[in-house]
């Protein structure tokens, strides 16, 4: 069973970072893709970034190409996504998930997720 647990979320000052980390197991083949969503108060969930497991390849959400990036240590399976230049509208709940036939930032195609980490972009 595949299991996906976020950490590194918390609260921030905007223009300030943070570094999630997403600690994957139970893998029986490797997903397509491994990406971060976030879903807001009173919003549907959103694609921050993705990346592709076989070659690396990533994808962003404009709302974040130049501020957030996204790595993988398959050694130890772990994805993070580097967040910088922080804003208030980045204030949500940051969820990891796999997908297992898709690479992209499309939710419904990703069928396995974390907990969930809250990032609070607030002074």
């Known amino acids: 069973q595949v299991q996906l647990v976020e950490s590194g979320g918390g609260l921030v000052q905007p223009g300030g970072s943070l570094r999630l980390s997403c600690a994957a197991s139970?893998?029986?083949?490797?997903?397509?893709?491994i990406g971060w969503f976030r879903q807001a108060p009173g919003k549907l969930h959103e694609g921050v970034s993705a990346?592709?497991?076989?070659?690396?390849?990533?994808a962003y959400a404009d709302s974040v190409k130049g501020r957030f990036t996204i790595s993988r240590d398959n050694a130890k399976n772990m994805v993070y996504l580097q967040m910088n230049s922080l804003k208030p509208a980045d204030t949500a709940v940051y969820y990891c998930?796999?997908?297992?036939?898709?690479?992209?930032?499309?939710?419904?195609?990703?069928?396995?997720w974390g907990q969930g980490t809250q990032v609070t972009v607030s002074s």
């Open positions: 990346i592709r497991v076989s070659d690396g390849n990533t």
């Open positions: 139970g893998f029986t083949l490797d997903p397509v893709a």
């Open positions: 998930a796999t997908s297992n036939a898709y690479f992209g930032l499309q939710v419904q195609y990703f069928g396995s």
